[in-house]
Every structure is written in C-alpha cells, then in structure tokens.
C-alpha cells in the first residue's frame, strides 16, 4: 500500500526522532515500501538498504514467515496481558530465545525496545543485589561513548554528551569507564584492535574509588554500534569479565545491535566466549517488523530474586506489552527464518568480503578511520572546521539521492545491511559510498 505525504505542512505535526526537523521538512526522504534488500522511496526509486532499517531487519525486508505469522496471530489473539496471565507464544519464545544463549542464561523478560530492555537490565541487577541482602551494592558503571537508549537510566550509564546534557541530573551513583576508541593506536584496525585491553582495568580503579560493596553493575556494548561502531579491543571484555567476578559485581551485556547474527552469531556473548550476567536485546529479535526487546537473565539471579522474595510478585516491573502475541509471534517467525536461512552462519562468511570492500575506501579523501566487525562498519570522516556532522549528513543526504540507505553518527558512516545482502550488493554499496566521499567537499 502506498503511502502519500501531501505537503511538508501536513508532516509537520511528526515530531521526528533524533532528526534535524527543521531539515528534514525542507528536504524529506521518505520511503514508502520496502522488499528484500531495497526501499522504494516516495518518487519510486529503489534503494539499498545499507543499514537493515535501523539495524533491525537482519533478514531483510517483507519476508513471508513473518508477515504471514504476524497476520494470523492478530487475527487469532490480537492481545493479552502477561501480568498474571499467559498465552503459549511468549513462553515458546522465552524458550527459544534462552537456547540461542550459552550457560546459564535462561530466563528471558520481555520488553517493546531496545531502551527498555537497558532499564529493565539495570533494574534487574539493583533488585538482584537487594534479594541477596547486598542492598548498598547501587552504583552503576557505564562507559564513555556507549548509546544504551534513551530511557533515564540508559542515558546515565550512556555515554554520548548531547544525549545527556538537556535533561538534568539524571541517576545518581553512575561512573563511566574510558572508552577504547583510540585511533592513534588502532585507526584502520580489522575487526577486534589489537591496543586497548587494558583499559578494562579502570574498574580496579573505580572499585578502590567507590569500594566493591557499592557496586551494582557494569553495562557496555559488547562492540558500540550507535556511537560510530568501535570494536572491543582483544581481550577488553575478557578482562572486564575477569574483574566483575572478583568483586562480585554484575556485568551486563547491551546486546541491542549485537544479537540476532549480526556479528556472525547469535550474539556476541556466544561469538566472543565472554559470558556476562545479563544480557539486553531487541532490535532483530523481530526483523523489525513489530517492536520486541527481551533481556536474558542468568539462573543465579532468577532463582535469587525469586526465591529470596518477601512478596508474592517478585519484580515490580514489566509492561503491557511485554511478550505482546503479535510481537512473539513476528519473533518466532523471524528466529525460524534466521535458522532455515542459516542467516548467521550467512553473516561470518560474508564477513571478510565485506571487511575487505569497507576498507577499500581507506585512500578516499577525509577518511581518517575504518573500523568493522561482522557485518557492520564505521567509516570515519574528519569533521569541517567548525561543522562537526555536516560532511557526515551530506553523504547520508547524497547516498539517498543515488539509490542507498546509510546511517550516520555525527561524521562517522556506518553501514549494517541486512543478512541477506549477495556479494554483489555489498560491492554496489561500498561504491555507492565510496562515490559519495569522493565527490563530498
Ligand atoms: N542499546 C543499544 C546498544 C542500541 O544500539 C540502541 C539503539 O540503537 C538501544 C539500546 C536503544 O534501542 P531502542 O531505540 O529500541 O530503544
């Protein structure tokens, strides 16, 4: 179905997010379908979606199993509650979404987003401590240059300055790790950097600081995605991992971009062999197709808080859409397409072609950094003078204009295109861009 935009007046009332607003009404990139490996955009034309949505449809666009699963499931059980009662879908897909998790990560609390999955992990972990009579334990530690969304404690233990300093004094009790991105030790490094594991080691310094018996949590992306995609150095995670377990403190995974295959595996907990506590997912839980985030717990927290609960409901938490039918049946619909394609086995053999055309574009003019990991990249532009993201906008601009969806941070491209992409697409794309750095001033 078509969809018609009268006139910029009329779009005026959609508050878009994270857009330019004003901008974007002056010049709208709207796109009105989508199939496979392309949108259509308003005047018709096709575009290669180099980004799979918003990192979300790692199958690609409009695939039957899912479409026809969410049909039938709206029409069969539009809704249900999941406070106090239950329908068979979300308990099948708790099961199945704990399988693709290694250890003993098996409990799974649904959610309608990525930000959501973050404050239910946090929260999670703060009423973990409480049941275990560990209650002082409430700091949280985040890390510079990690998105964790946009809810009040995502944005706490989040990162990104602009995403922080509209809105007040946020939580209390949160500390940052440094980030590793580095480039005058790791520019142009392929998949994990070889410089930066020590890093991780802030965390001794920050349990001297705080003392251990304050400490809830530490929340990182296993490689940041939203803030210009930065792979974790070798052995970072590893060390981060190694120092939450002498202190007894939890490490929880933001797995928003990671899980679902687009590293190559199901996750990056099972692709790095790092095991964290918690583990928080969305995006291509559903292929995008109806919002769903769920957070998967390990058993030791589980069986804490249940156990250790003085009240019949033991987390005061969730809601109304949390394992909404619809949306677990486009999750089930989607992990079984995920499987029968072998789409994330798909992703580690494409992974080199596409490392290889990303770093192809190294000797383009003002590229002075590429950075991959699975099937995403960043490619780093130097910012103009005193115009920091507008070289970044245009090339998103001028992408959309010769046929491809890009995603930007600030001057940073990064490209995450669905699962399905042919060898032959990944090369169109990357000369696509690599046609757009050219003719950037
Ligand atoms: N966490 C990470 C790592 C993300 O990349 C994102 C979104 O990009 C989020 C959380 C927030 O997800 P959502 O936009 O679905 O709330």
New binding site residues.
């Given amino acids: 179905m078509a969809v018609s935009v009268t006139s910029t007046n009329a779009m005026d009332a959609f508050w878009m997010p994270f857009t330019a607003n004003r901008r974007f009404l002056k010049e709208p990139r709207i796109v009105t379908a989508a199939k496979d490996m392309h949108y259509t955009t308003a005047d018709g034309r096709k575009l290669l979606d180099g980004t799979a949505g918003?990192?979300c449809v790692n199958a690609g666009h409009g695939r039957p199993r899912i479409v026809e699963a969410v049909s039938a499931t709206v029409a069969e059980l539009d809704y249900a509650p999941s406070y106090q009662f239950g329908h068979p879908v979300a308990f099948e897909l708790a099961g199945r979404i704990a399988s693709l998790f290694p250890g003993d990560l098996n409990h799974v609390f649904f959610t309608n987003?990525?930000?959501?999955?973050?404050e239910t992990a946090l929260k999670i972990a703060l009423a973990y401590h409480q049941s275990k009579g560990e209650g002082t334990r409430t700091r949280l530690i985040g890390r510079e240059r990690s998105?964790?969304?946009?809810g009040f404690g995502?944005i706490s233990v989040g990162g990104i300055a602009t995403n922080r300093r509209h809105f007040g004094s946020l939580l209390a009790g949160v500390d940052h790790l440094p980030h590793t991105h580095a480039p005058e030790h790791n520019a142009f490094s392929r998949g994990q950097p070889e410089w930066g594991a020590h890093l991780a080691d802030d965390l001794e310094r920050m349990v001297s600081l705080h003392d251990p018996s304050t400490i809830a949590a530490v929340i990182v992306?296993p490689m940041?995605?939203?803030a210009g995609v930065l792979p974790p150095p070798k052995g970072y995670l590893e060390r981060l991992r190694a120092i939450c377990h002498k202190y007894g403190i939890l490490l929880i995974f933001?797995e928003?971009?990671t899980a679902f295959g687009r590293l190559g595996a199901a996750s990056a907990t099972e692709l790095l062999g790092v095991q964290p506590d918690i583990v928080?997912t969305?995006?291509g839980l559903t292929n995008g197709t109806i919002p769903m985030?769920a957070v998967v717990v390990d058993a030791a927290i589980y069986d804490s808080l249940t156990q250790n609960s003085a009240t019949p409901i033991e987390l005061f938490h969730g809601y109304t859409y949390s394992g909404h039918p619809v949306a677990a049946a486009a999750a089930l619909a989607t992990l079984d397409t995920y499987a029968e394609e072998g789409l994330f086995q798909r992703a580690a053999e494409l992974a080199p072609h596409f490392e290889n055309a990303a770093h192809g574009l190294r000797d383009l003019p003002n590229v002075i950094d590429i950075r991959n990991m699975g099937m995403v990249c960043g490619i780093e532009l130097s910012a103009r003078p005193g115009a920091a993201g507008e070289r970044g906008f245009e090339a998103m601009q001028m992408a959309f204009d010769r046929g491809a969806m890009i995603r930007i941070t600030a001057d940073t491209i990064a490209l995450s295109p669905p699962l399905i992409i042919s060898k032959g697409q990944i090369d169109e794309l990357f000369e696509l861009v690599a046609g757009v750095i050219s003719d950037l001033k």
């Fill in positions: 918003l990192w987003s990525g930000s959501e999955s973050v998105y964790h969304g946009v995502g992306e940041a995605g939203s933001d928003v971009i928080a969305a995006k985030g």
